[in-house]
């Protein structure tokens, strides 16, 4: 029972315009959200966060925007550039719980 | 300074075989997780560490699978008899404290391969 889905498992666009990727959940109980990056053969590197007070949050080229009453999350990369090829993992956590329930993953390619 | 380093990198074994592998945290990290991605999954919870305590074990696929943590530092993730099931890329992550809202920092992974 997978309760943080990224039902897409990879994404193809063009350098300059924009990704969206995508990210459902279906435990009511999350209250932080986190993206991951993830390059080939390194350990998953954070990018950004937000919590479920808020439904924005922008850093730079990197915007998340979530929907409580959908259960859903997006990750913008504006501009995308071919350097943000990877893949990327939604997560998610529930109060004081230490661990991140983690996504399967969508594999963003930038065409140059 | 340093993030969070894993060792060994790769490890091959044989089926039945023990294997350990090691994680060093960020220094000052108090809180100390285990994750393993299994080909075209994402990362799968195996426990936690606030300090040297483990308050949460219910990640831990068997009890062929078992993890300490000494000194609030270095700790290591035990697999006895190791399947074939086993085989997964292994990653530890530290974080300053396990409180919402603390990001975790992730090492580079075991890539672990049971023959």
């Known amino acids: 029972d997978q309760q943080v889905k990224q039902n897409s498992p990879s994404l193809s666009v063009q350098e300059g315009r924009i990704s969206i990727l995508n990210c459902d959940y279906t435990?009511?109980?999350?209250?932080?959200f986190l993206w991951y990056k993830k390059y080939p053969a390194e350990g998953p590197t954070f990018l950004i966060s937000?919590?479920?007070?808020?439904d924005k949050n922008e850093d730079g080229r990197f915007t998340v925007f979530l929907n409580k009453s959908a259960k859903h999350l997006s990750l913008h990369i504006v501009p995308s550039q071919p350097g943000d090829s990877a893949v990327y993992f939604c997560?998610?956590?529930?109060?004081?719980?230490?661990?991140?329930?983690f996504g399967k993953g969508t594999k963003l390619s930038v065409k140059p | 300074g340093a993030g969070v380093s894993q060792s060994p990198s790769n490890k091959v074994t044989e089926k039945g075989k023990d294997v350990e592998l090691r994680c060093d945290p960020i220094?000052?990290?108090?809180?100390l997780y285990w994750y393993r991605q299994s080909l075209g999954q994402g990362l799968e919870f195996l426990i936690y560490?606030?300090?040297?305590?483990?308050?949460?074990k219910s990640g831990l696929p068997s009890d062929r699978f078992s993890a300490e943590r000494t000194g609030g530092s270095v700790s290591t993730l035990t697999i006895q008899r190791t399947q074939q099931e086993d085989s997964a890329v292994y990653f530890c992550?530290?974080?300053?404290?396990?409180?919402?809202?603390?990001?975790?920092?992730f090492g580079p992974g075991t890539r672990l391969t049971v023959l």
């Open positions: 992550a530290s974080s300053f404290m396990v409180l919402p809202y603390n990001e975790q920092f």
């Open positions: 435990n009511s109980m999350f209250d932080y």
């Open positions: 937000i919590s479920s007070i808020k």
């Open positions: 997560a998610a956590s529930a109060g004081s719980q230490g661990n991140l329930i």
């Open positions: 220094s000052g990290h108090t809180a």
């Open positions: 560490f606030q300090g040297n305590s483990a308050p949460d």
